[in-house]
């Protein structure tokens, strides 16, 4: 097996389904992606009778997950692709809606997970791309595909 490229990797999101299968649409602009997982918190467990300290796994602390894009202007989206990215999360922020999202790797594994999500304008100086963050809480588990 041999490494592979990072090139491919989609964020994807759509609305909770009321029945059914959700159906997304892939996020135009994305170019860093956060670790996803987390590290198991410890849980001291050390006796009077241990010589050393003790501890099991505890619960999983994700924290937020945190994507960059690439800030778009004026494009049109698809059946299958959102580009106008910032608009259209703005919109989600903003009603407060708790979104399916999907990330999928260039080798086919990836997570799904729901939640709510923030965007932020980042930082600008001169003959610099425009870019912002998307922050999303999780609401459940993050699932394997």
Same mark, same amino acid.
Request: proline share 4%; hydrophobic share 30%; with cysteine.
């Given at each position: 097996? #041999?490494?592979?490229? +990072?090139?491919?990797?989609?964020?994807? %999101?759509?609305?909770?389904?009321? #029945?059914?299968?959700?159906?997304?649409?892939?996020?135009?602009?994305?170019?860093?992606?956060?670790?996803?997982?987390?590290?198991?918190?410890?849980?001291?467990?050390? @006796?009077?009778?241990?010589?050393?300290?003790?501890?099991?796994?505890?619960?999983?602390?994700?924290?937020?997950?945190?994507? !960059?894009?690439?800030?778009?202007? #004026? !494009? %049109?989206?698809?059946?299958?692709?959102?580009?106008?990215?910032?608009?259209?999360?703005?919109?989600?922020?903003?009603?407060?809606?708790?979104?399916?999202?999907?990330?999928?790797?260039?080798? +086919? !594994?990836? /997570?799904?997970?729901?939640?709510?999500? #923030? %965007?932020?304008?980042?930082?600008?100086?001169? @003959?610099?791309?425009?870019? /912002?963050?998307?922050?999303?809480?999780? !609401?459940?588990?993050?699932?394997?595909?």
């Amino acid at each position: 097996m #041999s490494e592979f490229n +990072s090139k491919g990797t989609i964020l994807s %999101v759509a609305p909770v389904p009321t #029945s059914g299968d959700p159906t997304y649409k892939k996020l135009y602009g994305l170019f860093t992606v956060p670790e996803m997982g987390g590290t198991p918190e410890h849980i001291d467990v050390t @006796n009077l009778e241990d010589s050393i300290k003790r501890n099991i796994l505890g619960i999983q602390d994700t924290g937020t997950l945190d994507f !960059e894009f690439y800030a778009t202007e #004026s !494009e %049109v989206d698809t059946d299958t692709q959102i580009r106008d990215t910032w608009d259209i999360l703005r919109g989600y922020q903003t009603a407060g809606n708790t979104m399916m999202w999907k990330l999928i790797y260039p080798d +086919s !594994e990836g /997570f799904t997970w729901k939640g709510k999500c #923030s %965007v932020r304008r980042q930082s600008v100086g001169v @003959n610099n791309a425009v870019k /912002f963050t998307l922050t999303v809480g999780l !609401e459940t588990e993050l699932t394997d595909i």
